[in-house]
């Protein structure tokens, strides 16, 4: 589904609901953009958009890259990602794609942010999960 909403037509702004990468490659320019702010799916974590959509983690991260990269393209020199990810679940994708982004230098990794969440989800057979993360990517 390719889906563009305007809340407000007098407001310098648009709603997208498309899918991210070929948003991104067709229509945006390279070196446009200050900001790119991205909760992806963590990979089978937590909703519809996780379970069944990846064959395994490898075609989660070879996914990742690809948008990853056209993020690395729009983004200005002085841009910046910030990049939300589940942390405490197996199978860790955070800190794979972590990983992957330093080791093939897709961003610099200026630092990994926890929040701490005022109610928790709760677990019966592990420690409560009462923390988000993200990751703070610059693209120089
Ligand atoms: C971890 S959730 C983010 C939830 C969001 N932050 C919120 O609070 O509602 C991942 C989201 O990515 C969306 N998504 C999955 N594949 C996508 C794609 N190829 N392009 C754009 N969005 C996608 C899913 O529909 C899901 O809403």
Known sequence: MSRVLK???NKNYSFYNIDAISFMKNHLKSNSIDLIIADPPYFEICGEFDFGKFKDVKEYLAWSKIWLLEAKRVLKDSGTL???GGVGHKPL???????????????NIKNWVTQLNTRGIGAKTNYMSAREDFLFLTKS
């Open 82 to 84: 910030i990049l939300w």
């Open 93 to 107: 994708t955070s800190a794979r794609l972590a990983i992957m982004i330093e080791d093939e230098k897709f961003f």
């Open 7 to 9: 809340l407000d037509s």
